[in-house]
């Protein structure tokens, strides 16, 4: 019998913490393109849907007058750390409860691929203004590294479903929605210096890596073989390449 596909909502619910240790941040260059051509940031309101824990909301409320970071996982809107002119709501991608034409820019890092893709569509065309703008941002492994296409090879070993194909599916969707006026894509080189739990913590992160069981611990003893094979100083370092998908509202 097929194995029942766990809500995307609460595929996240055990794996707060380890997202917190484990997931990678965004480079400068990358969150520059997203508010490029706006004028000041701060006149600007941001929504960030799937926010996480944070990592990209704070970025974002960094920069931006107001953000508010969608999402509907309590746990780990509970691991998210407070920042100033940042809003949390409990709220899903696809019915954000954001009024019409409220929002400047409308984000999603890392989540683009959990969403009903036509709803969230849907919902990023209703909050945002006229001449706003939408934007995904993955950061990829770059295989070229032999560390990262070491774990890439891992990752594909363990994985229990389908969600890197999901996500290259989503980009599709996005890419190609015709209600964009424009869409432009970007790539920036971004890097993560790991130490040991940092690194289990990162295979920790990942919904479709086991969790536990036998092949938890295979994929534990396997990690902690690439650690000692690559570590220099006690850290590995994961290259990857940041994209970002820029798309302009009518």
């Known amino acids: 019998m097929a194995k029942a596909m766990i809500d995307p909502t609460q595929r996240f619910s055990e794996r707060a913490a380890d997202y917190v240790l484990g997931r990678p941040s965004y480079p400068p260059e990358a969150i520059d393109a ?3 051509g706006f004028g000041d940031p ?9 926010a996480g824990t944070g990592i990209s909301s704070r970025l974002l409320a ?3 007058g107001s953000t508010v970071a969608i999402e509907p996982n309590a746990a780990m809107r509970a691991s998210a750390e407070p920042f100033p002119r940042l809003e949390w709501r409990d709220a899903r991608a696809e019915a954000t409860g954001l009024p019409d ?3 400047d820019l409308v984000t999603a890092f890392q989540a683009f ?3 009903d893709a036509s709803a969230a569509l849907a919902e990023i065309e209703r909050i945002l203004r006229p001449g706003g703008r939408a934007a995904l941002l993955y950061n990829e492994r770059d295989e070229r590294d032999p560390f990262t296409a070491a774990y890439g090879d891992l990752v594909r070993a363990y994985a229990t479903d389908e969600s890197e194909a999901r996500r290259a599916d989503g980009r599709i969707a996005f890419l190609t929605h015709s209600g964009w006026k424009k869409v432009r894509f970007a790539p920036y080189p971004n890097a993560q210096r790991l130490d040991r739990a940092a690194l289990f913590a990162r295979a920790g992160s990942t919904s479709y890596l086991p969790h536990e069981g036998e092949p938890a611990r295979r994929l534990d003893d396997e ?3 690439l650690f000692e094979r690559f570590a220099s100083d006690g850290y590995v370092t994961m290259t990857m390449q940041c994209s970002v998908m820029l798309a302009e509202t009518r």
Not at 42 to 50: E, T
């Open 113 to 115: 691929h959990w969403f």
């Open 101 to 103: 034409a409220s929002c």
């Open 223 to 225: 990690l902690g073989s």
């Open 34 to 36: 997203l508010f490029e």
């Open 42 to 50: 701060q006149s600007l309101r941001v929504a960030d849907l799937g």
């Open 62 to 64: 960094a920069r931006a």
